[in-house]
């Protein structure tokens, strides 16, 4: 019999780049936990391709919890921010904790104030975390409001392996979000970017995977 048994938790990701920031949050936040991590990194190609979440796409990413859960997952997450609506038919279809990439941070944006940035490096996920955005303040009767702006040649500085230039670029971008309560850097690669932010905003600078795993450690342990 297996004594003391590590909680496993599947890590689920469509670009490379996501996988050292979240190990990070988890060996910060929840080292005990023993994490998997699955990548298909041709969804998020796929998807810019065909310009929005098909139904294709979306069997794809429900197979992959489904996967997940086969392996003995206690929990999964999500890394990549444009696919929340087949997220939530994976969540729908499983017994066990599933977080969409940035659940956690909206939540606790709208903790922060009405007037909350968001800072995202990938083009097709702006929607759908605009979508999530609204829904959620809806739901908590906020009525907060959010200023979105997309720095697309970050992500390419990061494909070319250029860290220093990416963090550059979106510490500039963030000059144009004043008077916010919370800025959001939106995808989990940009959360390396949180110090050359943090520098220039005035208000709390919040990443997408210290917020999950804080929530994924409540209820999953």
């Known amino acids: ?112 104030g009405t007037k909350i940035g968001m800072l995202a490096t990938f083009g097709p996920s702006i929607p759908s975390l605009e979508s999530e955005f609204r829904t959620l303040s809806n739901l908590t009767n906020t009525g907060a409001k959010l200023t979105s702006i997309l720095q697309k040649e970050a992500l390419a500085a990061l494909r070319a392996g250029d860290k220093e230039e990416h963090n550059r670029l979106l510490k500039k971008a963030a000059t144009s979000l004043t008077g916010c309560d919370a800025v959001m850097l939106a995808q989990f690669s940009a959360s390396q970017a949180f110090a050359s932010v943090n520098e220039i905003v005035d208000c709390p600078v919040l990443t997408s995977p210290h917020s999950a795993v804080a929530k994924l450690k409540r209820e999953v342990a």
């Open 1 to 112: 019999m297996i004594q003391n048994k590590k909680i496993r938790i599947v890590l689920i990701h469509a670009m490379p780049f996501s996988i050292d920031p979240i190990e990070q949050a988890f060996s910060k936040l929840w080292p005990e936990t023993q994490t998997v991590n699955i990548l298909d990194d041709s969804l998020s190609q796929d998807l810019l391709e065909a310009g929005s979440l098909t139904e294709k796409i979306t069997e794809r990413i429900i197979a992959l919890a489904e996967y997940a859960l086969g392996i003995g997952a206690d929990g999964i997450l999500y890394t990549c921010s444009a696919f929340g609506d087949a997220i939530e038919q994976a969540k729908e279809k499983l017994n066990i904790p599933v977080l969409k990439p940035n659940e956690a941070m909206f939540e606790e944006a709208l903790k922060a």
